[in-house]
């Protein structure tokens, strides 16, 4: 499966952002697909990483880390092969590198993904 993550910037805190990931590959639908994130200034490092959230393209299932609920939304088009992540009240402990993955089965922690497209930085300024 090959990632493609777009949408990242600089947002005040209270404002919104929408990140987007496009999805190509043999099969990519029968992954599950979500987001992770990373803290600015670690290594990259999976054990570092949040899982944020988490859906199917089927589009029955939905499932989100404790702290976006309720502010964060993901969502897949089927007709684009993309799936979003809509972000609103961003706060300053959302700044962080944003990854777009995929993953065969549950994906409960972000160890669980096996496929990673590059990071797009979010900043949220206080």
């Known amino acids: 499966v090959q990632l493609q993550a777009s949408g990242g910037g600089l947002v005040q805190a209270g404002g919104s952002l929408r990140l987007s990931c496009a999805a190509s590959g043999r099969d990519f639908r029968r992954y599950s697909i979500g987001w992770s994130r990373q803290a600015p200034g670690k290594a990259y490092d999976w054990k570092a990483q949040?899982?944020?959230?988490?859906?199917?393209?089927?589009?029955?299932?939905?499932s989100y880390g404790s702290s976006v609920k309720g502010r964060f939304t993901i969502s897949t088009d089927n007709a684009r092969n993309t799936v979003s992540l809509q972000m609103t009240d961003l706060k300053p402990d959302d700044t962080a590198i944003y990854y777009c993955a995929a993953g065969i089965g549950t994906i409960r922690v972000p160890r669980d993904f096996s496929s990673w497209g590059q990071g797009t930085q979010v900043t949220v300024s206080s």
């Open positions: 949040e899982l944020i959230a988490t859906t199917n393209w089927n589009g029955d299932f939905t």
